[in-house]
């Protein structure tokens, strides 16, 4: 038997109408924050970071082919991961569709992984993608845009995180949360291997040939292009995982327990 509320249709209707005014003002927070994202300062990119993508070695500037603006998605797949994140995979099963609007109105959406190019290329094909993604291997781009950090900086602690300096010391005698660790695990690595990387986007403008970054985001600020959980937000149960449980699987991974 449920243990939820049981109402009368009208019952329904009159807390329904009030949520709708707490969804609107939801939806006009959204869109003054967005208006706030475009008044940040443009910072010029001074770096000559370059990639390599299916058309052969780039400069960040050619990663927006021909658009004003660039959008990167900050992909965890380190060198020695053997597959993709598992919720980054989550997140970019959206891409596909998505890409081709914006590609359409001035705007170029890429994936940006520290692993090889072959490696992104295979999973691309394995998980049925079309959407640009550049192997940024060798370069200083993912530790720029603090997406990834050194060894080094993991066993002093020096390394920062969405806007937050100086993290975990972290050997081969850290302690994970079970998540990361079965998360990892995933990816055909160890934990410490794994939390080298992490997850980002960030946004830049092309203009008079000079590339300006605008914006990034991390953490819990992707959670508005992860397009499932906007799903699950508006299902009956809504999220309904425990608290750090990781249920969701490669789309291509559903029923092979």
Known sequence: MTTHTIGTREQWLAARIELLKAEKEHTH????????????????????????????????????????????????????????????SAIADGFNGFAEHLANHDVMLWAVSRAPLAKLEAYKRRLGWSFPWASSLGGDFNFDFTVSITEQQQREGAYEYNYQRGGHAMDKTTQFPQVVVDSAAATGIDALTYVRERPGMSAFVLEDGVVYHTYSTYARGLDGLWGMFQWLDRAPKGRNQAEQHVWWRRHDEYGKR
């Not at 443009?42 to 058309?55: A, H, I, L, Q, S």
């Not at 603006?69 to 965890?76: A, K, R, S």
């Open 29 to 88: 927070r959204g869109d003054e924050l967005a208006r706030q994202r475009q008044e940040l300062p443009w910072v010029p990119v001074n770096k000559g970071y370059r990639f390599e993508t299916d058309e052969g070695g780039a400069s960040l500037a050619d990663l927006f082919r021909g658009r004003s603006q660039l959008l990167v998605y900050h992909f965890m797949f380190g060198p020695e991961f053997e597959a993709g994140c598992i919720s980054c």
